[in-house]
């Protein structure tokens, strides 16, 4: 099986920034894409990044020159660096990595989610 750990949300004040993180583990051939997703209070979860195995990233209109992903294949983990944090930001946001599996199956896993909340 595959599971993915996530960690780094917290409490921040608005303008500041946290860095979080998310690491695969398991039967793991490969990993495809790789992004976060949020759900505020009330909303429909939505896509904040994603990131393709050749680097290729698309951003939510409302995080773009804020907020950074990046990824490291070696450790099967995804980075997500958020800058100039507004309250609106505050969500769990969730870790998704699209595995391949050693027996060549392959889906999307998800993360428990963390939680990020910004202070006015």
């Known amino acids: 099986q595959v599971q993915l750990v996530e960690s780094g949300g917290g409490l921040v004040q608005a303008g500041g920034s946290l860095r979080l993180s998310c690491a695969a583990s398991?039967?793991?051939?490969?990993?495809?894409?790789m992004g976060w997703y949020r759900q505020g209070p009330g909303k429909q979860r939505e896509l904040v990044a994603s990131?393709?195995?050749?680097?290729?990233?698309v951003y939510a209109d409302s995080v773009k020159g804020r907020f950074t992903i990046s990824r490291d294949n070696a450790k099967n983990t995804v980075h997500l660096q958020m800058n100039s944090l507004k309250p609106e930001d505050t969500a769990v946001y969730y870790c998704?990595?699209?595995?391949?599996?050693?027996?060549?199956?392959?889906?999307?896993?998800w993360g428990k989610g963390t939680l990020v909340t910004v202070s006015s």
């Open positions: 998704k990595q699209e595995v391949v599996r050693r027996d060549y199956f392959a889906r999307d896993y």
């Open positions: 398991g039967s793991i051939f490969r990993v495809e894409a």
């Open positions: 990131v393709t195995r050749g680097g290729t990233t």
